[in-house]
C-alpha cells in the first residue's frame, strides 16, 4: 500500500478546505512583518517560561547544551468537530483494546494461543516483563495515560504510527502552544469555537485521584515521580505536577516503609495513595530491574504487588509499544470487545510476507528484542 500525501489546508492549488477559509482570509490580512514579529515573540514567551525538551546526544551551534524550544507554528491545524467525534470514537476504542491486550499477554494469553502474535515475539522483546506475569492492576487498568502518534493520509484516512503506553510526553507542550496562540491572537479564538484544552490537568488530576485504594480518606495524596532535571520531559513533570496541585518527587524522596510507599516531608514520612511515575520500566525498581538504578524506589515493585498505591502508567503497559506487534497483528483490536476497529496501524513489514529484497535483509540482521535500549 503506498500512503499518499494528504494538505490539510486545500484540496487543490488554489481550492480551499471550507473549514479553513475564515483563517485564509484572517490570515490574508495579517502584514508579514506582524506575523514575523508574533513568532518572535511566541519564542521570547517560551525561553522565559523554559518551555523547553531535552535532546539526547544533540549540541548547539556553540557546541554545548541539550535544551531545544518546543516547536511553535503559527498555521493551526485545523480539525472539525465531526471529524475529532470519529477519531475519539476510533481512539477510545484501541486504548481499550491495548488494555485487554496486556492483560491477556500478563495472563491467559489468548492471542497468542490463537496464533494471533508469535510467542517468541512477545517474550523475547524487551519490553515484555515476566515479573509482572499473573498481577491485576487495581480496576484492570494498564494503559491510564496513553500517547498515539497520528499521521492522516485521505480524507477520512488515519493511520496510527504508535501508541505511546508506558510514560508518554508531550502534553504540556500542547497546553503551552495553546496558550501562546490565545496570546498572540485573541481574535481567532474570539470568533471560532475552538474546543478548549485547558482542563486536562484537572481530568488528568481527577483520573489520578480515582485509582486511590478503598481505604484512602479524605482527598488522595497524588505525586508524580520524575527522574529529575536531566531528563528530557522534566519541564513536562514541574508542569504536570504545578497544574495538578500534587508533589513533585524523585526516587531519592521516597521509601518503602511497611509495605507502603511514603514520600519525605517536613513532618517525616508519609504515605501517598497515587503515584504517577514518569520514570521508566527499567529505572523504577533496582531489586526488581536494573540493579544500576539510581532513580527508582527499592522495593516499589513488591509494594504495589501487595498494597497501595497504584501506579499509573503500570509497569507493564510499555508491552502494548512493542516494535513487532503491528507487523505481527495488523488489527488486534478484532479480539477486544467492541466494533470495527476505525484507527489501523501504518503498514509494516510482516516477516511472513516479506517477499522483497530489503525485507529479507532486514529480517536477517535483526535481531529480536535489540529494537529499544532503555531510557530513564
Given at each position: ?37 508574533r513568532r518572535e515573540e511566541a519564542e521570547m514567551i517560551f525561553r522565559r517560561v523554559g518551555i523547553t525538551f531535552a535532546v539526547y546526544g544533540a549540541k548547539d551551534e556553540d557546541g554545548a547544551g541539550t535544551e531545544r524550544l518546543i516547536p511553535f507554528d503559527l498555521i493551526p491545524r485545523i480539525i472539525p468537530a465531526h471529524e ?234 510499555r508491552t502494548a509499544m512493542s516494535t513487532f506487534l503491528p507487523t505481527a497483528s495488523p488489527s488486534p483490536t478484532r479480539r477486544a470487545p467492541a466494533s470495527p476497529t476505525t484507527r489501523r496501524s501504518i503498514p509494516t513489514c510482516r516477516r511472513s510476507s516479506s517477499s522483497t529484497p530489503a525485507a529479507r535483509r532486514f529480517w ?13
Amino acid at each position: 500500500m503506498r500512503l499518499q500525501h494528504f494538505d490539510e489546508m486545500y484540496t487543490g492549488p488554489e481550492t480551499l478546505r471550507p473549514h479553513y477559509k475564515a483563517y485564509a482570509a484572517w490570515l490574508a490580512d495579517q502584514p508579514p512583518e506582524v506575523m514575523a514579529a508574533r513568532r518572535e515573540e511566541a519564542e521570547m514567551i517560551f525561553r522565559r517560561v523554559g518551555i523547553t525538551f531535552a535532546v539526547y546526544g544533540a549540541k548547539d551551534e556553540d557546541g554545548a547544551g541539550t535544551e531545544r524550544l518546543i516547536p511553535f507554528d503559527l498555521i493551526p491545524r485545523i480539525i472539525p468537530a465531526h471529524e475529532w467525534a470519529a477519531m475519539e470514537k476510533g481512539l477510545v476504542q484501541r486504548v481499550t483494546a491495548l488494555n485487554a491486550f496486556i492483560h491477556d499477554v500478563y495472563h491467559g494469553q489468548e492471542i497468542i494461543k490463537a496464533g494471533r502474535i508469535p510467542r517468541q515475539l512477545i517474550e523475547k522483546n524487551d519490553a515484555f516483563l515476566p515479573e509482572m506475569i499473573g498481577f491485576r492492576p487495581p480496576g484492570g487498568v494498564y494503559t491510564h495515560i496513553v500517547g498515539t502518534d497520528i499521521v492522516r493520509t485521505g480524507e477520512d484516512q488515519f493511520y496510527v504510527l504508535e501508541d505511546n503506553a508506558r510514560t508518554p510526553s508531550g502534553v504540556s507542550y500542547m497546553l503551552e502552544n495553546r496558550e501562546t496562540m490565545m496570546q498572540m491572537f485573541p481574535e481567532l479564538f474570539q470568533e471560532n469555537k475552538v474546543q478548549r484544552v485547558e482542563d486536562y490537568p484537572y481530568l488528568l488530576r481527577q483520573s489520578l485521584a480515582s485509582l486511590a485504594p478503598p481505604g484512602c480518606k479524605g482527598k488522595p495524596r497524588v505525586a508524580v515521580l520524575t527522574p529529575g532535571i536531566y531528563n528530557s520531559a522534566y519541564y513536562e513533570h514541574s508542569f504536570l505536577a504545578d497544574m495538578m496541585g500534587v508533589e513533585l518527587v524523585e526516587g531519592s524522596d521516597l521509601r518503602v516503609i511497611d509495605g507502603k510507599v511514603k514520600m519525605r516531608t517536613t513532618r517525616g514520612y508519609e504515605a501517598i495513595d497515587v503515584l504517577y511515575r514518569r520514570v521508566d520500566d527499567d529505572f523504577l525498581d533496582p531489586l526488581t530491574f536494573r540493579p544500576d538504578s539510581c532513580l527508582g524506589v527499592p522495593g516499589i515493585m513488591a509494594s504495589v504487588s501487595a498494597s497501595p498505591p497504584p501506579l499509573s502508567p503500570n509497569a507493564r503497559s510499555r508491552t502494548a509499544m512493542s516494535t513487532f506487534l503491528p507487523t505481527a497483528s495488523p488489527s488486534p483490536t478484532r479480539r477486544a470487545p467492541a466494533s470495527p476497529t476505525t484507527r489501523r496501524s501504518i503498514p509494516t513489514c510482516r516477516r511472513s510476507s516479506s517477499s522483497t529484497p530489503a525485507a529479507r535483509r532486514f529480517w536477517k540482521t535483526y535481531r529480536p528484542g535489540a529494537a529499544r535500549k532503555p531510557t530513564a
